[in-house]
């Protein structure tokens, strides 16, 4: 195991002020404060070469968990283990074997090439010369930024940027690799491009990549396992499969017939989410999908027929209602 | 009763940030406390300097705390930093409220709390200095007084408007603000007061309108000027706001398209 | 220790690289430094433009302790701190703090020593000239003898002033909103330029926390007057050594209050 996390909890002291002209004049002498908890006793274990996704709404928890696992957060209780360190103790022997990028944030000089900014983080990991011109050479062909290493950042498009921090964050090769939001503002072709990147990065080099997102389609595209966190609580953690199989009570049948069909004909097979005369829509349960489609057919002239599982953003909305009984 | 409300709210703002103008006020203190200090040394060989003796110079730099809090405004700071730079002017244009005076509402409860602060840590001073203020006024130079203090306060933030808005022309604001800053520390009286400036110097300050927003209304609280006196300072700084309205003005109009042209 | 200094000279290159994209502000930059030096020593003017001493310090030797001032503080203390502290707000506000966080560097010397204001030289060279010209106007001899003294007690004395403004920097950890920090420090900065009297003329025992940063100048320009003792000398270098100690150890402490800002 690479990562074991135990009991992990996480307070802010929050300060709550009354509404109002005197509600602000009592806060100027006495404030009030309550613990707001950010991750309430979280426990789970992560081995290395892993790709998970670690999801949850806006308030979650998640990027306050990922800073106590790289140590920019001390832990109100609890145990932290990442490849044998303990974060919060920073010791360069374990900042140099991992890495953060976080979506929107920065860490390359506005001003100057990216170069440069790689130059410094050369020095700073203590990495060979011929180990820094080969791993820039690859990351950059991969990222395909060779042309404009030279370019001041600020000069640099949003996606092209991110490019270079990813290149920037894996100059000294982590092995473990944490993604905070890396999508987040990016337009469809560089979210693809970001992804293929992430996928063969794990392939590659092993790395243990922990993503976090609000993109599904990260989550679906890279991550076999995700876990699931709300109000600072874990409510699933287990492969992706598995959470469609458990709480994707339904799935929907789409049927395409070559010659116009009746309704009363077509709506005793099962429930109908949609109809015209040369398509149906139904949706069923799990167990049912299969008899349904054998049955639409044998009796209908279908010429066409798909069989999908439900949106993953659905199933991910009604662990967050409430709707399924925590895991 | 909109401009109450609207008060009201950057004033509980400020209640919300209470650290900050307290930092401020602690900076005149110091300053004040400094050049305090100093000119005591100054005063241990000669009891007299011109009208000025231990205890009323004691007393002048207390008020000045008072004044440096309430009286000298800072809207260029975040005109530069929000309005131009992270782009909010355009917002501001947009509502139904002139832009001097949104500037003017967000300025003015932080200058209150700073001179509230200002007055009570300066009053806790003066006891500990064995400050003498000697205050000589009547129902005419009181009113002539707050008159002073009135106009000092929109000639200080008319002034910093217009330092504001060459930023629409300079593109940045730090080297003309750092000279205004090294002007008005001078001529303000901040260093000595204005008739204790050596030669030249005094004259530059009687002209420039630094000492009008700072040192006048400081001396006129303490009833120093009789009131033809009063009556000359006033007309001096009804002067010095017609002129910089008029530039505010201006620029205000030129900037407009200025920055329209470059579609920010 | 050979790791950082070649950081540092990686440091020193990038910094001369910024220096020429951002002509604007680099002119910007010598332009008010310069004016500030000069506002120095129009304010020490004023200051004694009616007297020959005060607190024991003639009217020659303060405008000595302006120049030494200019030097060591107005020059070199801002070329190679005022960035670094300017940013060291900011970062903390945003939250930025991480990106440092996570490197395998001592935070100390990368929250201090990240940029360099090059533009803060030709202050110093105008300030060694004026200093330069006023010792020979009031005939003290400049002896190699007390140009290192000068030197040696001019390393402690910034050394002293960095501790000092580090651990008040330090407290925005817990107050993340007090910006205006750093301008409160300049203007405390301001008790070096006058001679350390002022201190026990203020009479409030709260001030004695500025005590510190009132030797950082006038020790090194009594060293070029001749007229510094051993006991200034010792007071320096344990000033300088002992908060620079506790400015570290209270930044490590500090850090486990830091809660960062959501991403």
């Known amino acids: ?327 | 009763m909109r401009y109450t409300k609207i008060f009201s709210l950057y004033f509980q703002s400020v209640f919300a940030h209470r650290g900050r103008p307290l930092v401020f006020v602690l900076m005149y203190v110091i300053n004040a406390l400094i050049y305090l200090t100093f000119i005591r040394g100054v005063f241990q060989q000669t009891h007299t300097i011109q009208t000025w003796t231990l205890s009323s110079v004691t007393s002048y730099y207390f008020l000045l705390i008072v004044a440096g809090g309430t009286l000298m405004m800072h809207p260029e700071v975040p005109i530069f930093r929000d309005d131009f730079e992270k782009g909010e002017l355009a917002g501001r244009l947009l509502k139904p409220f002139s832009y001097y005076w949104q500037r003017f509402n967000i300025e003015l409860p932080v200058r209150v709390f700073q001179g509230i602060s200002g007055a009570i840590i300066a009053y806790i001073l003066a006891i500990i200095f064995h400050a003498d203020f000697q205050f000589h006024l009547s129902l005419a130079t009181v009113c002539l007084a707050l008159i002073i203090i009135f106009l000092a306060y929109f000639i200080c933030f008319t002034f910093k408007m217009i330092l504001a808005l060459t930023a629409l022309w300079t593109t940045e604001i730090h080297g003309a603000q750092e000279l205004t800053d090294i002007l008005v520390t001078i001529f303000a009286g901040y260093i000595v007061p204005v008739n204790l400036l050596p030669g030249v110097l005094e004259k530059l300050a009687n002209i420039l309108p630094f000492s009008y927003i700072i040192y006048y209304p400081i001396i006129a609280i303490e009833g120093k000027l009789a009131v033809p006196s009063l009556f000359s300072v006033i007309t001096i700084q009804v002067m010095w706001l017609v002129v910089l309205g008029v530039l505010f003005r201006f620029l205000w109009k030129k900037g407009l398209m200025q920055y329209a042209d470059f579609g920010h | 220790m050979k790791r950082y200094l070649r950081i540092y000279r990686c440091l020193l290159q990038l910094n001369y690289h910024r220096m020429f994209i951002h002509k604007t502000d680099t002119l910007s930059g010598v332009f008010g430094s310069i004016l500030w030096g000069f506002f120095s020593i129009i304010a020490m003017y004023i200051l004694t433009a009616r007297s020959s001493s005060v607190f024991g310090w003639s009217r020659t030797d303060l405008f000595v302790l302006v120049g030494v001032f200019n030097i060591l503080i107005g020059g070199i203390y801002r070329m190679f701190t005022s960035t670094n502290f300017d940013r060291f707000v900011y970062i903390i506000q945003r939250g930025e703090l991480d990106g440092l966080l996570l490197k395998p560097l001592n935070l100390q010397f990368a929250l201090s020593c990240w940029y360099i204001s090059y533009h803060y030289i030709l202050r110093v060279i105008l300030a060694v000239m004026y200093t330069v010209f006023v010792l020979g106007l009031s005939h003290v001899p400049i002896t190699f003898f007390s140009v290192l003294s000068f030197l040696f007690l001019g390393v402690f004395g910034l050394i002293t002033l960095y501790s000092f403004w580090f651990l008040i920097m330090t407290s925005l950890i817990w107050f993340p909103d007090l910006y205006n920090l750093t301008e409160l420090l300049y203007t405390t900065d301001n008790f070096s330029r006058y001679p350390p009297q002022i201190l026990w003329a203020i009479r409030l025992s709260v001030f004695i926390i500025f005590f510190p940063v009132t030797l950082t100048v006038s020790i090194p320009a009594k060293a070029l007057l001749h007229t510094a003792t051993t006991t200034d000398a010792v007071m320096l270098v344990a000033f300088g050594v002992g908060l620079l100690y506790c400015s570290g150890k209270f930044w490590q402490f500090a850090l486990r209050y830091y809660t960062s800002a959501n991403s």
Not at chain 1, 31 to 52: H, M, N, P, Q, T
Not at chain 1, 105 to 132: G, T
Not at chain 1, 199 to 215: D, E, P
Not at chain 1, 272 to 284: G, H, I, N, T
């Open chain 1, 1 to 327: 195991m690479v990562i074991q996390v135990k009991n992990l909890t996480k307070y802010y002291q929050v300060h709550q002020k009354e509404p109002g002209f005197s509600g602000s004049l009592k806060s100027l002498f006495r404030r009030k404060y309550y613990d707001a908890k950010a991750v309430d006793d979280i426990s789970f274990e992560i081995e290395e070469g892993e790709l998970i996704g670690f999801i949850g709404p806006n308030g979650a928890g998640k990027t306050t968990t990922l800073k106590c696992l790289t140590g920019l957060l001390y832990p109100t209780s609890g145990k932290v283990s990442v490849l044998g360190y303990t974060p919060f103790e920073r010791k360069h022997a374990y900042l140099k074997q991992i890495s953060l990028v976080m979506g929107q944030k920065n860490q390359l000089w506005w001003d100057l090439p990216a170069i440069d900014s790689f130059l410094l983080n050369k020095e700073i990991y203590e990495i060979p010369d011929e180990h820094y011109n080969k791993t820039i050479a690859e990351l950059s062909s991969l990222l395909e930024v060779e042309d404009i290493l030279q370019v001041q950042v600020r000069k640099l498009s949003l996606g092209q940027r991110m490019k270079c921090e990813l290149i920037a964050a894996l100059i000294h090769n982590p092995r473990i690799l944490f993604l905070d939001e890396p999508t987040i503002g990016l337009d469809v072709m560089m979210q693809q491009n970001l992804r293929e990147f992430v996928k063969n990065y794990n392939k590659q080099y092993n790395a243990t990549i922990i993503l976090t997102s609000h993109y599904m389609k990260d989550v679906e595209e890279l991550c076999k396992r995700i876990i699931i966190i709300d109000h600072g609580k874990i409510l699933y953690d287990g492969k992706l499969e598995s959470i469609v199989k458990k709480y994707a009570k339904t799935k929907t049948i789409t049927a395409i017939f070559e010659k116009p069909v009746l309704l009363e004909k077509v709506k005793q097979l099962g429930e109908l989410v949609s109809f015209d005369p040369k398509k149906a829509v139904f949706s069923v349960t799990r167990d049912q999908s299969n008899r349904v489609a054998s049955k639409l057919l044998e009796h209908f002239p279908v010429e066409d027929i798909n069989i999908e599982e439900p949106n993953i953003e659905e199933i991910i909305r009604e662990v967050f209602s409430n709707k399924a009984s925590s895991v």
